[in-house]
Nanobody, 128 residues
């Protein structure tokens, strides 16, 4: 369990771009799988993207189908994970959450239940 803080949300017109950031307190940041989820009011939290370790030396990025080709998840070596969002659509509107879990089991983590640490969320609103 680690502390996560998201930032970078805001209001943008359809077709615009935003970059979300997730800062973590994890001392062993490289040992964690990271994910981005989003939730619209009254709806369930849904998977957006993940960086998941699949071996001791390799990780993969995976995305939900609706954001493929538009969103990119990446990380640096300063305990930060990012979600670059391009060509935004109104249906992308929601609260975006960063999530983390220790990669003790190497798998692509697309389920919210796979993560045990969550940030407070950052609002993304895409207008028409």
């Amino acid at each position: 369990q680690v502390q996560l803080v998201e930032s970078g949300g805001g209001l943008v017109q359809a077709g615009g771009s935003l970059r979300l950031s997730c800062a973590t307190s994890a001392r062993t940041f490289s040992s964690y799988d990271m994910g981005w989820f989003r939730q619209a009011p009254g709806k369930e939290r849904e998977f957006v993207a993940t960086i998941s370790w699949i071996s001791t030396i390799a990780y993969v990025a995976d995305y939900t189908e609706s954001v493929k080709g538009r969103f990119t998840i990446f990380r640096d070596n300063a305990k930060n994970t990012y979600l670059q969002m391009n060509s935004l659509k109104p249906e992308d509107t929601g609260v975006y959450y960063c999530a983390a879990t220790l990669a003790t089991i190497r798998r692509v983590r697309r389920r919210a239940q796979d993560y045990d640490s969550w940030g407070q969320g950052t609002q993304v609103t895409v207008s028409t």
